[in-house]
C-alpha cells in the first residue's frame, strides 16, 4: 500500500476568494469589528501552505487582538460563513477546479493498493466544505493532516504519517502533492515523498527550486505522477 495525500487550495480546487472572505466573516462575527474592516487585513495576509491556527493569528494580530490557538468563537463563525461563501463562489464562476486533479484522484481512488487523503492546512470541517461541490468531501474522513492537529505544517504533517503507519504505511511511502514549498518541506519533514504542481499561487521557479521529488506543471498528463509513485520503492 501507498498513501497519496493532497493539499487543497491551489493544487485541487480554488475557490475565488470564498475561504478568504469566510475567514474574514468568521473573525469579524467573533471580534465585533466591520467586516469591510476584516476583509482589508485578510487581503494582507499571506494565505500559501498556512494552517488555519497561523491564518487566525495573524489576521487578528492585524487587528490588534491575541486569540488563542483555533479559537472556538472565531472557527465556529468562519465554518458557518463558508458553505454560503463557498456556494456563491461557484454561483459566480470563480470556484475553480485544477487542470487534471479530479481525474488523478478518481484514478487512485479506484486502486486497492492506494489509499488517498489529505494533507492541509483547513480545519477538517473546512476541508469537508471546500471539497463537497466537487464530491470529494469524504476524503476529509480518511487518515491525513489537518489544520486541527498542530499549529505548523510540518507538525501536521507528522500528524498524518503516524496515522498512516498505524494503518500500516510507513513514512516512505507516503506522497505529498501540494503547490507550495511549504507544501514541499512539510513532507520532508516527516519523512514522506513530495510532488510540487504549478496550479496555485507560487512561481514555478520557486517550486523547481525547492527540493520537491517531483515537479508538474499540472496534473493533466498523469504518466509521471504515476510513474513516481511505482518506482517509490526503488527510490534511497
Known amino acids: 500500500m501507498r498513501a497519496v495525500l493532497f493539499d487543497i487550495d491551489g493544487t485541487l480546487i480554488k475557490l475565488g476568494g470564498a475561504g478568504r472572505e469566510a475567514l474574514a466573516r468568521g473573525v469579524a462575527s ?10 482589508a ?7 500559501r501552505g498556512r494552517t488555519d491556527t497561523i ?17 472556538p468563537r472565531m472557527v465556529a463563525a468562519y465554518l458557518r460563513a463558508l458553505p454560503e461563501t463557498v456556494a456563491r ?11 487534471g486533479a479530479l481525474e488523478l484522484v478518481a484514478d487512485l481512488e479506484s486502486r486497492t493498493d492506494v489509499l488517498v487523503g489529505l494533507l492541509t492546512g483547513n480545519v477538517r470541517e473546512a476541508a469537508r466544505i471546500k471539497l463537497a461541490p466537487v464530491g470529494l468531501g469524504h476524503l476529509a474522513d480518511r487518515p491525513g ?7 505548523e505544517r510540518a507538525d501536521v504533517a507528522r500528524a ?6 498505524e494503518a500500516g504505511i510507513p513514512p516512505e511511502r507516503v506522497l505529498v502533492v501540494g503547490d507550495t514549498e511549504h ?3 512539510a513532507a520532508h519533514a516527516a519523512g514522506a515523498r513530495a510532488v ?4 496555485g499561487w507560487t512561481d514555478s521557479a520557486v517550486l523547481r527550486a525547492c527540493g520537491a521529488d517531483l515537479f508538474l506543471p499540472d496534473l493533466r498528463d498523469p504518466a509521471p505522477f504515476l510513474h513516481f509513485l511505482e518506482s517509490m520503492d526503488l527510490l534511497p
Open 196 to 199: 510540487a504542481v504549478a496550479t
Open 55 to 71: 491564518l487566525l493569528e495573524e489576521l487578528a494580530g492585524r487587528l490588534g487582538v491575541r486569540v488563542p490557538a483555533l479559537d
Open 145 to 151: 493532516g489537518f489544520g486541527d492537529d498542530a499549529r
Open 89 to 99: 463562489s461557484r454561483a459566480e464562476g470563480r470556484y475553480e477546479t485544477m487542470p
Open 160 to 165: 498524518a504519517v503516524r496515522r498512516l503507519t
Open 30 to 39: 467573533a471580534l465585533g469589528r466591520p467586516f469591510e474592516e476584516v476583509l
Open 183 to 185: 507544501d514541499v518541506s
Open 41 to 47: 487585513a485578510a487581503m494582507e495576509v499571506d494565505f
